[in-house]
């Protein structure tokens, strides 16, 4: 013998209740004016503090030029060192000994007088014998 087995029966679903998440109030348009002008006041402030420093640099890099135009004048002056043309009278100490150098240097002969210049480095004080310069 054939069974059979009752249908289905439909179920009813049990009311779903849901509680809401809490919201702000929505902004008002006059609130989104004054934030809109807020934004608006502090990008032209900062375009004027931009407008400011722009100004500045080009005062800075218009300085920091001529200070080098000065420089680069002055650094291309001679810097030779300036020689009196004559020699020293009186005595002076070299390693310990005290003595009229440059006649020392004149007293070995014309031969000498080189060697000697160069081993007591005589140029500056004794130009003329030293033959550096001619009075």
């Given amino acids: 013998p054939v069974v ?6 439909a179920s009813t679903t049990a009311p779903v209740t849901s509680t809401l998440a809490p919201v ?27 407008q400011n420093l722009e100004s500045r640099t080009e005062s800075i890099e218009s300085t920091l030029a001529a200070i080098l135009s000065i420089l680069q004048t002055s650094t291309q002056a001679t810097t030779s060192p300036v020689v009196s043309c004559a020699d020293r009278r009186d005595q002076w100490e ?33 130009p003329v014998t030293c033959g550096i310069c001619t009075p």
């Avoid at 310990?96 to 240097?105: E, I, Q, T």
């Fill in 94 to 126: 070299i390693k310990g000994k005290l003595r009229d150098w440059c006649s020392w240097a004149k007293k070995a002969g014309n031969e000498y007088v080189a060697s000697r210049c160069a081993s007591k480095n005589l140029d500056d004080d004794c």
């Fill in 4 to 9: 059979s087995t009752p249908a289905p029966v």
């Fill in 24 to 50: 702000p109030s929505p902004t008002t348009s006059c609130e989104i004016k004054g934030q809109i002008e807020n934004v608006e006041n502090r990008v032209s402030n900062m375009e004027s503090i931009v």
